[in-house]
Each structure stands twice: as structure tokens, then as C-alpha cells.
RNA sequence: GGCCCCAUCGUCUAGCCGGGUCCAGGACACCAGGUUUUCAUCCUGGUAACGCGGGUUCAAAUCCCGCUGGGGUCACCA
């Protein structure tokens, strides 16, 4: 075997099968497999898996890509794809094409070889007597193993019935020697033959399994270094099994650590519909609440907890039962919010540590791609599987958030609105989240948080919802000092020209100055008339950000409501 | 259940390979102060961990063994 470590034109690959969206681990994976080539000076693949005709989809395979562009993990070799003014992909080396569905012939040619060499064979076994033998093994507490029947027919016999076309699949025969997997992250892993059997490299449908593919794909593309999940840690000898029968060096394997949710539990993109199966029984509802599911689907996926909605139909669920879900899908990640630097850097650090400090003495924690893809190691993985804290994560994307320039944040808050919030897009152009970026940026972790901030704009100035105790503090108690200094301050607003925050704040100290009293005594009873609440942005900005004649109107119609407060008190 | 992997604050981790400088450092969260016209930001301080039991050693978070706990895997899925 072949260990190769030389880093010189070093080459990973991401693998996913498309079958769905683009699952945070699976980015994670992807991200570190870039990082790795890139820190190597090498070159990072895209290859799609979807030798399983029945679950791979057109739609879910560009899902994917465009999830990953989104991220910026940008692939050198695989499908093409043009996003935001770059073209991804590609196939310089010749080595495609990158869909397994494409390379029948290849695996063809070399499950053929395996087979004269005599190191493969087909087997005619129906799938039900094998499945029968695996539940008597199972009942009978024994481990199952395929027992060589498919060997009993001669070799000439067996390539005579495969050449006739009769139905079967092929095995690799496992050779009696035990099989050690030097990993990158993991050290020397070995396992003996007894774990093994002559397990299926063809499938009845002519197919090639995943083994079978992902060897001759990663040997044929020139794969070195392998970066995966720690589910494959097992699969790892079966694969080095083939590369030996077929004469295929063994890349450098590096298996990483699984993530999990913060109760422990394996985070799985069935969590979403789990949690809106959940709340559907808790809340009684026999049929479905939301358009464009028929009842009796959605009695189906009540009832399955393998079946999952389409996303768009369980977000529409998800709000009529009033539940949030839990982001577990990159693109749940980009609804919510996040900048992909943040989740980036947050993937990168869950289960991989740069081990430096900065000049302050403590740990580099925040970086970006270009730091990760100059220094990322295996070297540097933990071992232990460890569980994603949206907390940390939050405070990642806030941290991020607050560090864009003013422009920058209205840009993307923008966009975001844009794909997300037509409402909010619709309130504020990117001009008018510029004016409001100094006062959103500090206060939100994730872009949608930036809605509730700036939520009392959002509404009529009739229809504010007045918090009763913030105007009873700010307005009516003690001796109505602060009533009578908002009806004074409206005369000032009346006679503004500049109603910008700078001239706003100046204006209000000016006036409370003018009357003896502090900011906070004029400051509050504003706000909440502005407002609603005794909560908002800095004073200038929320008052600017609603215009002059908003303002007035807002101070007539809350001096209004203390007026009925009052004397309905009385 | 068999086999395989793993185990430091609530969480992510540094330290472990090359035992002593670790009554264990950082980050997030939490708590208490401070700055601030509110909130947020920011600043200061604090609570909090080597799973358990044996060894080896003058000395163990660090090395060895066992136990416990967590996870993976046992498909004609990937």
C-alpha cells in the first residue's frame, strides 16, 4: 500500500448523493476537504453520487451546488455552475465526467477485470432468500454473513449465466487477511477478516454500490487524500480491499468526528419534520392546515417518521403551528440569517482547532477562508464526536455582523430581505438600510433578527401597540412631567428642517436642557410614543428612520391615548 | 449483541505524542459590576471540568489496563 503523504499536486473530493439538501455535516465535510487541498496547495473535486436511481434528483444535485457556492467553498474539477459572476467546476485533467450515473462503463470494465482475475464473481441468490437468511441470523443472535453460496457454481458456469443476462450482482471475494486503515486523524485502525464478507460491488440493476464506485472514481480522478465522515471509518478496509484486487494505490484516509445536537441525539435532517410531527399531535389537527398537501399525504407523513415534507410545505407548516425549526440544512442557515464566513468559521471550529494564540493571550477563534485554507491540518481535528451549539454560532454570525462596514451590511440586509422578507424589502430600499445599518448592525445576530429592530417602522402610525407599563413609566406616573415634555418637544419637531439622527439627538438635549431636566427624562416619553415601547435604537436614528411628519403624527396620537388612559383611570 | 471509534468547565476546545512550569488556559453561555437617554455594543470581575477504579513513576489531565458512558457500523443507501 501506498501511503500518500507528498502534499505535491494533493487532491480531495466531496462526494454528496443528491438526495436532498445540502446537510450542515455534509458542509462541514466539504469545507474541511477544500481547506485541505487548498492548505496543500492542491486541487478540490465536486463529484455527485447517485448510482441510487431511485432517491437522486436533478433539483436537489443544484440545490447542493448553489448551497456550496453560497459558502464559498468553491470547487476546481466538477459540474459547472455560474454564480454570482463565477464559473465553478470544470474538467481540465479529463477525469469527468462527475456523475456516477455517467461512469457505468467504467465500473463496468472494472468489475469485469476483478471477475477473469477471479477476485470477484457474480452470485444469483433473490434478494428475498438472502434477507430471509439475515433475519434467521439476526433471530437467532448470530451475525450474518454471506456464505459463499454464489462459489458452489463454477466459474466458467457463472460468467455463461452473467453474459446471458440472467439476474445478479456481484461480490468482491474478500481475502482472509486482516486489514489496517492508517488514518490521518485516528491513527492505525485494524480490522479482522471475520467482520467481513463478500459484500455486493454490482447491484441487480447494474449498478455499481457506493464501495465499488467511490474507489474507482477517487483512483481514476487521482484522489490522494480523503476526508470524511467518521460513519465510514468501517467502509474504509472493504475500500482498501478493492483498491488492492484492482491494483489501486490506497489514498491517505482522515476520518472526522460526527456532530450532533445539543441533547445528544444524531442531527438528522428528518429533525424538522420530528419536531412539526410533534407539535401537529400535540395540538390535535386531523387535516392538513396548509395548501398544496392533500390530507391523505399529510396523514402519510404524520404517520412514517422516515417521510419528510418539501421544504417550502413544512416552513408553511411550521407557521401556522406557530413552531420555529430547527436550522439543520445550509439553506435553513441562509433563510435565518447567517453570513456564510460566520457558519463557516463555526463549522471550521467544531472539531478542528488552529491551536494559536492571539496577541492578547487568548485562542484564535475567528478567521476566515483564506486563514483556513492556509493553515488548516488534520493535525488539528479533535476525535470526539461533538455537538453544534446555535448559541455560539449566533454570537459567531453577530460578531460578524457588527464587523461589516456600514455598506456592506445594507447590501447584504438587502439582498436578504429581498429572497426572505418581501415585507421588509418592500419598507426599506438598500438606501434606506443604509441610514438604518448603524442602528440594526450592533443590535442583531442574524439579518432576520434585523425585522424586530426596526419592526415599529414597519407598522401604520395608528396601529402601534402601546406597552403599558412603558407608558405608564415614561408618561403618566410621578407628576406627568413627562406628557407635558413630549407636547413641548412636538413643537420642536414641527420647526425641524434637518431631521436627520446627529440634528434628532441635538435637538433633544437642547430641549431638555432648555427645561432642566436629563435626556432621560424627555428621551423615554419620545420613544415610546415614536415606538410603543421603552426600547428601540438610539433616539436620532429611530426617529429619523420614521421621518419628520411620522414623528408628529405619532406624538399627537400617543398624547391621544395617555389622554383616554388617564381619564379612564379617573 | 459482535466489531470499531471516542472521553478536559453546561457547550466548543487548549494542554496529552516528548509525564513535573496545570490547585488546568481560551471562547460561547451564565452571574455580578461599570460605560450608555432605553436596548444592544463595549469594558472589568466571577462561577464552572481532567467520567470512575486500578497500575507505572519521586511525580499523571498527560503513559498502561479495566469499568462506565457516548457514538459509529453490521443493506442489492451513500
Known sequence: MTDQTDSTGCITRFAPSPTGHLHIGGARTALLCWAFAKANGGKFVLRIEDTDQTRSSESSMRGILEDMAWLGIEWDEGPELSFEGKDLGGDPRAVGPFFQAQRLDLYNTHIRTLIEAGKAYPAFEAPEVLDAARKEAIAAKTGYKYNRAGLEISLEDRIARMDAGEAH????MMPDESITVHDAILGDVTVEPSEFDDFIIRKRDGFPTYHLAVVVDDALMGVTHVLRGQEHLINTPRHIAIQRALGFDTPSYGHMPLIFNPDGSKMSKRDKDKLAK?????????????????DEDFAKWLKDKTRQLASDDLIALAEVLGITLPEIDVEDFRRAGYLPGALNNYLALLGWNPKVKNEDGTDLEHFDMDYLGQHFTTGGMSKGQSKFDRVKLMSFNGDAIAALSDEE?????????????????GRFDEAAMLTLAPAVKTRCKTLADGRTIVGFALVADDA?????????????KGDKKGLELLTGFRSVVAAMDDFTPDAIEVAVKDYAESQEVGMGKLAQPLRVAATGAAVSPPLGQTLAILGKDAVAKRIDLCEAYVEAQVSAAS
Not at 402601534?464 to 403618566?476: F, P, T, W
Open 169 to 172: 450482482v456481484v461480490r468482491l
Open 278 to 294: 410533534k407539535a401537529v399531535k400535540e395540538q390535535k389537527i386531523e387535516s392538513c392546515p396548509i395548501e398544496g398537501v392533500s
Open 409 to 425: 451590511f445594507a447590501s447584504l440586509w438587502f439582498a436578504w430581505a429581498q429572497q426572505y422578507d418581501a415585507e421588509l424589502a
Open 464 to 476: 402601534i401597540e402601546y406597552d403599558g407599563k412603558a407608558v405608564h413609566k415614561a408618561l403618566i
